[in-house]
């Protein structure tokens, strides 16, 4: 069974965003600004991938879904994000826990969708970086 974790959302997901609209308005109890430490931004085309990278962070926001709402809005996300399942080869993206740190600084465990191995691999290699880790500030 899966732990009903929020989400740390750093890309289309976050409140402005195209996929916000279409996938997490009105099925949330909590949107809050976060960081994620130990993780790197690369722009992709339209979209944005986090690797992890230790002495960097990224910004985004924990999203905590509404009562009742957490089952159908996982599966919902996951195809989004085409992620299939723990460690598969036809992953766009892997979901992982990872520590999300809140305004106050108080860490919290957080869903988060990584850019899967190969993917990642290719974007240390040539992929553009977006500077301070922020997608929504890119430009």
Known sequence: MTAELPFFVYGT???GGVNHALFLRGRTSAEEP???PGALLYDGP???Y????TGSEIVGELVTAAPGAYGRLLAELDRLEEYH???LPVNLYDRVRCDAVRPDGTLTVAWVYLAAP???RRLRE???EIAG???LGRR
């Open 13 to 15: 997901l976050r409140p």
């Open 34 to 36: 976060a960081r994620l």
């Open 46 to 48: 339209g979209y944005p």
């Open 50 to 53: 986090a690797v992890r990278h």
């Open 85 to 87: 399942g723990p460690g």
């Open 118 to 120: 190969p993917l990642a």
């Open 126 to 128: 040539t992929g553009t």
């Open 133 to 135: 880790g922020d997608w």
